[in-house]
Structures are given as structure tokens and as C-alpha cells.
């Protein structure tokens, strides 16, 4: 995996062959097409979860529900914002739309833990009384990731520090 | 334009032809490639850009902003929700992610339009009183379709009623 992602991260994925990510592996390309048939966007896929998979599960939970959504709004936008990342991101969302096996994938493996984890972190602000009771959480998380989503993909304006901080006012006023 | 919105609405798009919307138009296969040189990606996005133009301008104020307000989130979750339209949509989307010319333009026709009919709804009832004074209008636009958007592309829940439902309580916290 490590070759997958250093090769997504050097040559970006419109460029990466799987030729190359064997090579870079030290194995044949049929040892990759055995394990991977689907090709670059499976390995990718594989990549990625790792990353999620061996990241931290949970969100930090400092008390200040602001504060830690913070990091986590302004991490996102970052993510979105740089080139490579952002072409990689495209690119599996083009193979996505196209395969819904690999759309569930996606899904399932890289989005549901890090939606999940927010949610998690706002239902403790919520028993800790921070967030007003009739609050519905995955909204509340939809509204966090779904316009920076829409503005990345859709292209409708800027991916700052500064937006994520308008961002973060906005989705706090309907929890308060 | 007609000819190529019945096609889309009869075939779909995955299966339309340029041949087959000239012949329903009565026209050569030249004439539909002398004027739109991208073949049917442009073409839908003509036909479907004519029908924003020519579709009311403005949202309706009856006043009750949170009854507006629940008229667009309903006919846009349900026109994600349909199959026909969602599966031109989604090929449309796959053009403008290989396409930055294409996308600008499904941007500026399509999209714009229709996020600044809402955000001048928005701004009347900021000026009426019914929208707290330090709202930002630009981030409650996007609250009501970044989230539709991003449920709709990555398949993360239902699109029902019930469903636009929450979302529009939820933007409404964030309004009042």
C-alpha cells in the first residue's frame, strides 16, 4: 500500500500505472491484477482505507465543541484544497459514478468512519448539554461535510481558512 | 432543444446518440456538431440551461419563509431522487469532472441561477426581520444543497420527503 500511496502522492493518479505501482513494489503486475482485478481505482480505494482504518477512530474531545469541529472543518477544506489530494479524490469520484460496487466501497470504507466520528463527538457535546436538545446529529454532520463537498466539485467559490471559518459559524448557530 | 430534452427524458442519456436527437430534431448529424462541437454533453447542457432561463427567476415570498423555503428543498430532494433525472445529472457531473470548461459552464447556467434565487429570498427575509442579522446568506445557501448534493453523489441515505424534511429544521436553526 505504501507504494500506492507514494506514487498517487509523486505521479498523481490520471499518470499512476499499475506497471508502476508493481514495479515500485517490488512484485510482478500479475501479483497486483490477482489481488487488485479492478486495477488503480481498487488499489487506491485500499490505500485510502488503511489510512482511515489506522487513523485515529475518534475525534479529540478537548470540552470545546467549537474548537475541536475546528480542526476538523479546516482539516477537510485543506484536504479538498490541495492539488494532489483534491485529483486523486476526483478521480475516484469519477470511477464511482460510473461503479456502484466501488461507489458502496468508498462509502462504507473511507466516508462512514469519518462521518461516524463526528457524530460521535457531537452526541457527547449533546449530553454535555453544549448542543440543544432537538438537534438532529446526521444532519448536523451532513451540513459540515456536504457543502464543502459541493463547493469542491461544483467549484463555487474558495477553499480557505476563511471559509472554513464561516463554515464552522454557520453549522454552530443551528446546534446552539 | 425540445428534440433533445424529450431523448434524454425517453432513452436517457447513457444511450443517446447525436444521430438519434438530429433525426428526432429533422436536422443533419453535421448541423448538431457544426453548433455544439462537444457532441451530447453540450447539447444537454443547453437544453437544460434553456429551461432554467426560461423557469421563473425568482422564488415565491408568501412571507413565510420556512414555507418557501420547504418548496425548494422538496422539488430539489425529489429531483435528485428521480431516476431519470439523476442518471443525467450524474453523467453531466462525470463530463464536468474531466471537462473545467464544461464545468464553469453548468456552474454559471445552471448552478449560479438557481443558488442566487435562494439567496435572494433569503436576503428579503433578512430585510423583513425573519432572519437573525448576522446570518450568513451565502453559507446558508449552500446548507440547503451541499448536503442534497453530497447524499445524492455518495449514496448516503434516502432522498424522501421525511428527509427534506430535517434538512430544512435544521437549516431553519441556523436562520432564526
Known amino acids: 500500500m505504501w507504494a500506492t500511496m507514494s ?22 503486475k500479475q501479483t497486483i491484477y490477482r489481488w487488485w482485478p479492478r ?5 487506491v480505494l485500499d490505500a485510502l482505507a488503511e489510512n482511515v482504518a489506522t487513523g485515529p477512530a ?10 475541536d469541529l475546528r480542526t476538523v472543518v479546516r482539516a ?15 478521480a475516484l469520484t469519477v470511477e464511482t459514478l460510473a461503479d456502484d460496487d466501488l461507489a458502496a466501497q ?4 473511507l466516508l462512514r468512519p469519518q462521518l461516524d466520528a463526528v457524530r460521535d463527538r457531537l452526541e457527547a ?12 446529529l446526521d444532519h448536523a454532520v451532513e451540513s459540515i461535510f ?10 463555487t467559490g474558495p477553499l480557505t481558512d476563511e471559509y472554513a471559518e464561516g463554515l464552522l459559524q454557520h453549522v454552530m448557530a443551528a446546534l446552539r
Open 7 to 28: 506514487m498517487v502522492g509523486d505521479t498523481g493518479y490520471a499518470r499512476m500505472t499499475v506497471e508502476a505501482i508493481a514495479s515500485r513494489a517490488g512484485v510482478g
Open 39 to 43: 486495477g488503480k481505482a481498487a488499489l
Open 58 to 67: 475518534a475525534l479529540p474531545d478537548s470540552g470545546d465543541l467549537e474548537a
Open 76 to 90: 477537510t477544506v485543506a484536504e479538498f484544497a490541495d492539488p494532489k489530494l483534491s485529483a486523486t479524490t476526483r
Open 106 to 109: 468508498v462509502r462504507d470504507r
Open 125 to 136: 457535546a449533546r449530553d454535555a448539554g453544549h448542543v440543544r436538545a432537538g438537534a438532529d
Open 146 to 155: 456536504g457543502p464543502i463537498f459541493h463547493r469542491w466539485l461544483l467549484r
